[in-house]
């Protein structure tokens, strides 16, 4: 059975970091498009950042300049790292992997809590 899981979450005050790690099993890791999503509670989930197969990466606008998407394909595993952290940053953070050859085939990992606060 496939697996994501998430970790690396946690409750840190603002301005400060957290790197997030999902670590896949049972996927040919390096033919999948790796996103970050977070949902915040009662709103929709969003697109945080993406690295392509091809390390292709792109960020939403609210994370530009704060938060770093990388992967290394040796451990199966894809990183956030998540600077000057801000109180509207608070979400649950998602892992969602993309079959390149077929986009149709994803997974999701089960989250992990991420909270800003003073």
């Known amino acids: 059975q496939v697996q994501l899981v998430e970790s690396g979450g946690g409750l840190v005050q603002p301005g400060g970091s957290l790197r997030l790690s999902c670590a896949a099993s049972r996927i040919p890791f390096s033919l999948y498009d790796m996103h970050w999503y977070r949902q915040a509670p009662g709103k929709q989930r969003d697109l945080v950042a993406r690295?392509?197969?091809?390390?292709?990466?792109n960020y939403v606008d609210f994370v530009k300049g704060r938060f770093t998407i990388s992967r290394d394909n040796a451990k199966n595993t894809v990183y956030l790292q998540m600077d000057a952290l801000k109180p509207e940053d608070t979400a649950v953070y998602y892992c969602?992997?993309?079959?390149?050859?077929?986009?149709?085939?994803?997974?999701w990992g089960q989250g992990t809590q991420v909270t800003v606060s003073a």
């Open positions: 969602y992997a993309e079959y390149t050859p077929r986009r149709a085939i994803n997974y």
């Open positions: 690295i392509t197969t091809g390390d292709i990466i």
